[in-house]
């Protein structure tokens, strides 16, 4: 108070107009938020006009989609199998999910499955591994063909096995008409040098050590790598951890997870890789070691009361696994396939897409228990096996 008595008279006065300003200006905002409270009351009715007229157009269009769907019918459909990609504009790209022919079953029993089975190491300081590429027409579910891209001729390709300290040295030759590479998960190594393409008709080696032990994808890097993985360049590695540190197994078996996306259904002729249904992670089939359901036909097999040891890739390209023995608890479950330490009694373990995952299980009671992903649209599409305990008769779908 003390300093604003002490004011000139100019400064009171410059006061008194300035709250005069403020009476003015508190008048022009209240006439301006009459005037917007009416505008905003105008533009609500508008939107809510404009959401009704658009609520309108969208069920015309729906209804328009409905009677193009139901005019052109499973004859549009029919004309566009055979195509590599369909994503014609307001047309949804087909499933071709457990398309089968009449003679499915006789097929699946006639199919040779993959062999899961670990195979055994190598002696010495060298792992050598022979990776030929070339492109061929796999059967990846009963009757079901597809234009693959392969190491060794199958998809997943071939196992291999090393042990920590042991020289992986890898020989890629290219017998296919395009550029191939190949990406091993388990070697810490330039990639720019030793993962880079290789040319139709050409061979390269690299080594690498192994350094760490577990189960790892190896896969083909060339872009588009959603494209060369879908197409089936994958495989596995286990790499032991020196021997007498593991707990001891009596059996060992091999699985990769993939999926498969299918332009046409693949019975008549191969179908060709549908990068729409791949880039919307819509497999047609998803399997173990690469043909749906083979190891339900042609079941693992244990005897009761044996250590089973499932080394499990993920080969994608997109979707995880959700690992589970139906019937019973994964006793050990080096999750991530970090063998420095486990998890006990896990009901499911995830995989994900591009890693690994090592499970033991010990069955006392014979049956058969299905090996499946948890993750049950993989189940329908093809991800589903039985481990027979105890050689019992029959089998069993789930
Ligand atoms: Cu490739």
């Known amino acids: 108070m003390a300093y604003q008595a002490s004011q000139p008279v100019p400064s009171l ?8 300003t403020r009476h003015v200006l508190i008048g022009i905002i209240a006439v301006f938020l009459g005037v917007a409270v009416g505008v905003l009351a105008l533009v609500a009715v508008w939107m809510g006009d404009s959401a009704h007229t658009a609520q309108r ?19 549009g459909m029919a004309g566009m199998s055979g195509m590599a990609s369909s994503a014609t504009a307001g047309v949804e790209t087909p499933s071709f999910a457990g398309a089968a022919p009449a003679n499915a079953e006789a097929l699946a029993a006639a199919h040779k499955a993959y062999p899961a089975a670990l195979p055994a190491l190598t002696l010495g300081p060298v792992v050598d591994v022979k990776l030929g590429i070339s492109h061929d027409v796999l059967q990846i579910a009963p009757g079901i063909r597809y234009n693959a891209w392969t190491f060794g001729g199958k998809a997943p390709g071939p196992v291999v096995h090393a042990r920590v300290g042991q020289t992986v040295r890898v020989t890629l030759t290219n017998n296919s008409p ?16 030793a993962f880079r393409d290789v040319d139709p008709g050409q061979s390269f080696t690299f080594s690498f050590k192994a350094t760490a032990p577990g189960v790892y994808m190896y896969h083909c890097g060339t872009k588009p790598v959603l494209a060369h993985i879908a197409n089936g360049m994958y495989g596995a590695i286990v790499v032991d951890p020196p ?3 593991l707990p001891a197994a009596d059996r060992e078996y091999v699985l990769v997870a993939s999926e498969w996306y299918l332009g046409s259904d693949g019975l008549k002729q191969p179908a060709g890789l549908d990068m729409t249904k791949a880039h919307e992670m819509r497999p047609d089939w998803v399997t173990w070691n690469g043909y749906a359901g083979q190891y339900v036909t042609h079941p693992l097999m244990a005897m009761p009361g044996e250590t089973v040891r499932f080394w499990v890739v993920d080969a994608g390209p997109s979707l995880n696994t959700a690992f589970h023995v139906v019937g019973t608890l ?8 970090d063998m420095s330490q486990y998890q006990r009694d896990v009901q499911t373990a995830l995989v994900p897409a591009g890693g690994g995952g090592v499970f033991d299980v010990k069955i006392d009671e014979p049956g058969l228990y299905p090996v499946v992903s948890h993750s049950f649209a993989s189940v329908d599409m093809g991800q589903v096996g039985l481990l027979n305990v105890g050689d019992v008769a029959g089998t069993m779908s789930h």
């Not at 550029?179 to 040098?193: E, K, L, M, Q, T």
Request: net charge negative.
């Open 13 to 20: 006065h410059h006061h008194a107009e300035s709250h005069e």
């Open 330 to 337: 994964l006793n050990r479950a080096w999750v991530n396939a």
């Open 243 to 245: 021997a007498g540190t």
């Open 178 to 193: 395009m550029g191939h590479s190949v990406d091993f998960h388990a070697a810490r190594i330039a990639p720019n040098v």
């Open 57 to 75: 157009q969208a069920q015309a269009a729906a209804d328009r989609v409905a009677a193009a769907t139901s005019t052109h019918g499973t004859a």
